[in-house]
């Protein structure tokens, strides 16, 4: 484009220099022609028509240098001005396709970019999610762990704790000094080995029981793994068994209690029996027999229905009549009912009931029972000429009973024990008496039922004092 432009200067330059030329030349042709006819000497004309020539080939040669200057010009012009502009635009043109092709490539590089840019927030958006979620499980592990019953210990293959929870501190009764395996079991004289329970364990006991103080614990080994697959540790899982001791315990000892209390019965009556089977004995000697046989049996068979009702209140198969009634002559009542006992002993029974004590709603023969348990047993552990009180009033939502005698009392040591059942403080001279031990457990029992509950407060040799609530009847 810049060449063409170039061309079109020059050819103007040169159209116009020989306009320029050939109109002076035709000028002073035209003026030496005027001059030539206004001349009459023939020598004059001739002069003037040379003159014409000479202009002529002046013009001519005139031209012909123009053309050489224009050529010189332009070529000058070409080299100086035409070149270099023409340069600057072909590199302004490729600056500019350069540039474009630049802007191009930042404008796709800018889209990756952007698009690497979109990827990492998303990754970075979907990576904060699962660490808060992975946060989230690990705080509810953490509160799981912290409040559970059960101890929980985390080794790794070196013996190190990794985790341990507050039951397994207490449980074991542990502090911060032992920190490994081997101190914290060697504390508990226990031969556990670690390399044995990880690498054997097929071949050795995952399970231990330990007696730590009064409690007994079960341990439970369990190794765990890493993603390759490979001993990464193992976790003890402690379990609190002391309740179940207990009642293992217990269950022994009522086994052997029921076997013994039938046992001793059951031996009299057969060797009373046999006694008179073998013999002839005179009518008062048969009598004497028959009377301790008869006491013997209604001692098994009293044994036997308080056995039964502890059985059907333990599975909850005793159908209860709630009712309407009024405490203060229930206890009146079950005053009359043992007054042959009182004036056996030649006791002193005074009964006390307020005027404002409103019915109770409950199973009126349960509470009976107790009634006539407690009292009874004032009476039977009071010696003669004694002194039993029963006062029945209301405090807050409650009715009470309140028993109080001057008998031979409870010594300290067996107040924790008297509600289990078949512990008597003094064996002999209860089975003497013909208790069973088991009067007070069902006492408790029925009154656990009825939302009730027994209080009682002893000393040995100065008497004793229970205390009866029963929630009242709310209208």
Known sequence: MIKNIQTKIILIFFILGIIVISALSVFHILMLEQIGKS??????????KGQISQTEVVSIIAIGVFAIITLLVGYFVSKSVVKPIDQLIQNAEKIAKGEEVQIQETAKK????????????LMTKELKQNLNEMGKQKKQIETILRHMTDGIIAFDMEGAIIHINPAAMQLLNLSSQEQNFDQIFNKLHSDINLEKIVYLENWTTSKQRLNIGEKYVNLLFAPFQDENDKPAGVIVVIQDITEHVKLDNMRKEFVADVSH?????????????????????????QTKFLEVISSEARRMAKLVTDLLILSRYDNKKIIKEESEFDLGDLTKKCIERLKFEIEKKQHNVECFVTANVPPVHADKYGIERVILNIISNAIKYTKENGTIKVYVGFVYNDAYIKVIDNGIGIPESDLSRIFERFYRVDKARTREMGGTGLGLPIAKEILDQNNGSIDIKSEAGKGTEVVIRIPVNKK
């Open 261 to 285: 209390e039938l046992k001793t019965p059951i031996t009299s009556i057969m060797g009373y029996a046999d006694t008179l089977l073998e013999s002839e004995y005179d009518k008062e000697m």
């Open 39 to 48: 001349l009459i000497n023939d020598d004059a004309y001739s002069i003037i």
């Open 110 to 121: 800018k889209t990756q970019i952007d698009e690497l840019v979109n990827a990492f927030s």
